[in-house]
């Protein structure tokens, strides 16, 4: 597990969450987190495209 979501998880079980409840609020985390990621990688490869078109001196 990610450092970070380590450290999430241990604040809100010393806050008094139940299991349950951080279990589901992790795994929401993660999901929005994994489409972040996705969503970047998507921008990451359209800006290498354009680049690319760019140098070719072709237009995007």
Same mark, same amino acid.
């Given at each position: ?8 998880? &241990?604040? %809100? ?5 139940? *299991?349950? !409840? $951080?279990?589901?609020?992790?795994? +929401?985390?993660?999901?929005? &987190?994994? %489409? ?5 990688? *998507?921008? !990451? $490869?359209?800006?290498?495209?354009? +680049? ?9």
């Amino acid at each position: 597990m990610e450092p970070g979501f380590q450290a999430i998880v &241990d604040c %809100m079980l010393e806050a008094g969450w139940s *299991r349950g !409840e $951080t279990l589901r609020s992790l795994k +929401r985390l993660i999901a929005a &987190d994994n %489409m972040t990621q996705k969503e970047n990688a *998507r921008t !990451e $490869t359209q800006l290498a495209i354009a +680049r690319a078109m760019i140098r070719a001196g072709k237009p995007f």
